[in-house]
């Protein structure tokens, strides 16, 4: 069964940095697509970064050149590094994975329980 924790939310300032973890099981990793998405209150789920297994990554515009998605096969970990973190990145923070490989996120995709990020100006 697969299972995906997230971990590493916390409360910063604006301008701060934080890396949040999540740790994957029950699948072959190596090959699986990830994605790390997030929700505020209110607000339609957001993709903020996708990587595959060539390790070739995408970001919306609103957090490019900001965030960092990369993943350790080795350790079934991705991680998501986020820097310049402005009140508007505050959000549920969800890790995703699809193990067929591919990037499709509305089917034979799994998702973790969330980590919270909250960035006060």
Do not use: H
Request: glycine letters at 10%; one cysteine or more.
């Amino acid at each position: 069964q697969v299972q995906l924790v997230e971990s590493g939310g916390d409360s910063v300032q604006a301008g701060g940095s934080l890396r949040l973890s999540c740790a994957a099981s029950g699948m072959t990793y190596s090959i699986a697509c990830m994605a790390w998405f997030r929700q505020a209150p209110g607000k339609e789920r957001e993709r903020v970064a996708t990587i595959d297994s060539g390790r070739s990554a995408s970001y919306p515009d609103s957090v490019k050149d900001r965030f960092t998605i990369s993943r350790d096969n080795a350790r079934n970990t991705l991680y998501l590094q986020m820097n310049s973190l402005k009140p508007d990145d505050t959000a549920m923070y969800y890790c995703a994975a699809n193990p067929s490989g591919f990037c499709y996120w509305d089917r034979g995709a799994y998702w973790g329980q969330g980590t919270q990020v909250t960035v006060s100006s």
